[in-house]
């Protein structure tokens, strides 16, 4: 029954995967998920179907697909199945959040606990595998449990691995963007401008023989080559990729 019960549940998770990623804010989900009991503000029981991708789980409607809730993987704190909390636990959460939303004493009951700051402002989703598996409950909830547990500490580390490229662009960012580099690259233009525009006449008034301040002048316009292209670096990284394509100043110091 177990064998037979993860196939199923196998397929499903896969149906729903591939639905979700083709659009993830499809309503067409008729197919694919697994079919729960979810827990309401008003403390009653509806049937929704939870189906998540590599960045989203969402809960919808099994007659008609809506989305009714959307979650972020990477914002997920926690994924518990009620009867794994200690006894601390379950003393915890009597007094606090389940006096505020009550919540159902089936040990079957998931528990999605998401960060307070996050898209989903810290809410507790709970919900519960649906009636007609009551027969194979315990199995089904582990099995949901363990599956979004797996997805969410995928989601987790592709976030910190976005987070620490997110923080250097903030960081090059508040750098190039600041007043004081700003007045900085405009000041280089205009000396690039007096320089090559001093080494256009001393070329004129040689007839083409650079003298040894010729060479000096022709040596900074190198470097100014190098400040250029540092500072375009900069800009390509902080504002990568669409506000950098779109800016016509980014084209014209590319070319």
């Not at 196998?10 to 309503?27: A, K």
């Not at 089936?106 to 606990?113: A, G, R, W």
């Not at 233009?189 to 006449?201: D, G, P, R, T």
């Amino acid at each position: 029954a177990l064998a037979a019960l993860k196939k199923r549940a196998g397929r499903s998770s896969v149906n729903s995967m591939s639905n979700i990623e083709e659009d993830p804010e499809s309503v067409n989900h008729a197919t694919g998920g697994f079919v729960v009991q979810m827990l309401m503000l008003d403390g009653t029981w509806f049937n929704r179907k939870i189906v998540w991708n590599r960045e989203t789980a969402q809960f919808v409607r099994p007659d008609t697909g809506t989305v009714v809730d959307s979650i972020p993987l990477h914002e997920i704190e926690e994924v518990v199945l009620m009867h794994e909390r200690t006894a601390a636990q379950r003393a915890d959460s009597s007094e606090n959040a389940e006096k505020k939303s009550p919540i159902s004493q089936d040990i079957n009951t998931i528990k999605i606990l998401t960060i307070p700051d996050g898209f989903n402002s810290g809410r507790c989703y709970y919900f519960r595998p649906e009636a007609e598996y009551r027969q194979e409950t315990d199995s089904l909830a582990e099995l949901i449990c363990s599956q979004l547990r797996a997805s969410v500490r995928l989601a987790h580390k592709r976030d910190a691995r976005k987070s620490r490229f997110k923080r250097a662009q903030d960081l090059v960012k508040k750098v190039h963007d600041s007043l004081a580099f700003q007045v900085f690259v405009s000041l280089l233009i205009f000396a690039n401008f007096a320089i090559n525009a001093a080494e256009a006449q001393m070329t004129d008034l040689l007839d083409g023989n650079m003298d040894d301040t010729g060479r000096r002048l022709e040596a900074l316009d190198s470097v100014f080559t190098v400040l250029f292209a540092t500072e375009l670096c900069m800009n390509a990284f902080c504002h990568w990729y669409r506000p950098f394509i779109n800016d016509g100043w980014s084209a014209f110091d590319v070319i």
